[in-house]
């Protein structure tokens, strides 16, 4: 609908110059869009929106404030494309959807792909969510409210249900007929896109699968079967998408066929989705080793400031700890102040080893790449690279000590503690996660928090005993 203060002819503003680049071409819209929403100037604004890809679209409207982003979605909420919801951030989508109202959301979710569809109503708050699906026609809604019958996370959740499949007596000719007649009806069966096509038996159950190039380079009379690839890889509903993900990246699939426990074909999850989900994965792995969530960025102030001062109270114990070992050794650090100087090194060495086995080792385990198989094998190698680096960086501190004080035995103290906190970093590092593992829990949670309060500990012990033992 066009605004009736703007006519619809009106030019549209003019786009960044190519050379500014992606991040200016950003900015200037921003700001174009800041200037019309400022001025109250909908007709520009809704030209600026549509202008936009749906990612882009997605990508601007997290960037602007609150007040903004809702001002801009009463502007173009009758033209909004509908792809829009399933990229945005889960805290910018809500606030999204509560401008939009349980009307025009229900709308848009018809248009998605039944995936991106239950991305966006898996997350709503039951009232809301049972408002929507209230709204939305009986066919779309059976579909989403299926899939949110299947395990968070899993495959049920995360395929389309929109799938082409072919029966087994059917040739090349019949199936391209089907696909271009049911694309010209008003309601098609059709996925927006789609890699293969499956074929099933009387029963659903898929029998093989035909990527979409081979069955366009094929002649009209030959039957599906004889160009159908047997071997697949299906995937159980209730799979995890963490493995899904694995499959997909071990067999460099561009799809595969989902099936329930009775072996019948239900959806399909394509390459698409799995990169989200490995993007997902990565960001939330990430965001835990720090204690911090995913959607951090987009949060309110006292949100984030509750989430994070919960993981602060787990590491304020920790720090106690550390200072009790200090503590310990009050009386030789009083003796001589050149060990409260150099102590610190000690610790933090031996932190930034650890969190580099850390992050290799809880990458390996997300991966699989990390087994019971070969964990002695690689724990191994991380406390024997703990010792090399050990042994490489007490020589530099410990002749730099050395040089700094003028206390060679010093210098050996330093250099020995070196070497023990960094062969226990390396051990920590690859132990922690495979523990947290072994109890049930993510072994990037907490994983940071643990490893730091061993290194800290050993360090200070290590090097503060050293000292009283040797220098006095």
């Given amino acids: 609908m066009a605004d009736p203060k703007q006519p619809t002819d009106a030019p549209a503003d003019p786009a960044p110059p190519p050379e500014s680049g992606i991040a200016d071409a950003g900015a200037g819209v921003d700001q174009a869009m800041a200037q019309a929403l400022d001025a109250d100037d909908r007709g520009r604004a809704r030209r600026l929106f549509r202008s936009l890809h749906y990612a882009d679209a ?16 009463n502007a173009v909420r009758d033209e909004m494309p509908p792809e829009v919801l399933s990229e945005l951030d889960e805290t910018v989508r809500d606030h999204v959807i509560e401008h939009m109202g349980v009307e025009d959301l229900a709308a848009a979710l018809v248009e998605l792909d039944s995936d991106d569809a239950l991305e966006v109503v898996e997350e709503l708050p039951a009232a809301e969510q049972q408002q929507v699906l209230d709204a939305i026609p009986a066919g779309e809604r059976t579909l989403i409210e299926e899939a949110l019958t299947y395990p968070e996370d899993s495959a049920g959740r995360l395929m389309q249900r929109e799938v082409v ?3 087994t007596h059917w040739t090349v000719g019949e199936t391209i007929d089907y696909m271009r007649m049911s694309a010209d009806t008003e309601k098609t069966t059709l996925p927006e896109q789609f890699y293969d096509l499956f074929v099933i038996d009387p029963a659903r159950r898929p029998v093989g699968t035909i990527p979409l190039s081979r069955l366009l380079r094929s002649r009209r009379p030959v039957p599906v079967t004889e160009i159908m690839e047997p071997e697949m890889k299906l995937i159980a509903v209730t799979t995890d998408q963490e493995d899904v993900a694995f499959v997909f990246r071990q067999r460099d699939l561009t799809s595969a066929p989902v099936v329930d426990e009775s072996g019948r074909l239900v959806g399909a999850i394509t390459v698409d989705d799995v990169v989200d989900v490995i993007d997902e994965e990565s960001e939330e792995d ?12 987009y949060r309110d102030t006292l ?4 989430s994070r001062s919960a993981w602060l109270l787990v590491n304020l114990p920790m720090a106690f700890l550390a200072a009790a070992v200090i503590g310990l050794f009050d009386a030789s650090i009083e003796q001589m102040v050149a060990l409260a100087v150099l ?6 060495m031996g932190g930034n080893a650890g969190t580099q086995t850390l992050t290799v080792t809880v990458r390996a385990l997300a991966t699989k790449e990390l087994t019971p198989t070969n964990a002695a094998r690689v724990v191994g190698k991380e406390i024997l690279v703990g010792v090399l680096n050990g042994a490489l960086f007490a020589a530099l501190v410990g002749v730099l000590a050395w040089l700094w004080f003028g206390n060679p035995t010093l ?10 906190n960094l062969a226990v970093a390396g051990l920590a590092g690859a132990t922690i996660p495979l523990l947290l593992l072994r109890l049930g829990a993510d072994p990037a949670v907490g994983a940071g928090v643990f490893l730091i309060m061993v290194t800290d500990v050993v360090g200070f012990f290590a090097f503060l005993g050293l000292a009283t033992l040797v220098l006095l």
Avoid: C, F, N
């Avoid at 997290?62 to 001002?71: F, I, T």
């Fill in 286 to 297: 990430i965001m835990l080793m720090g204690g911090v969530k995913a959607d951090d960025l």
């Fill in 411 to 420: 210098g050996l103290v330093m250099g020995g503690a070196m070497i023990v």
């Fill in 58 to 73: 997605a990508d601007l409207l997290e960037r602007l404030s609150p007040e903004d982003r809702a001002r801009l979605v």
């Fill in 303 to 306: 949100a984030t400031t509750r």
């Fill in 165 to 167: 499949t072919v029966p």
């Fill in 343 to 348: 102590m610190p090194i000690v610790a933090s």
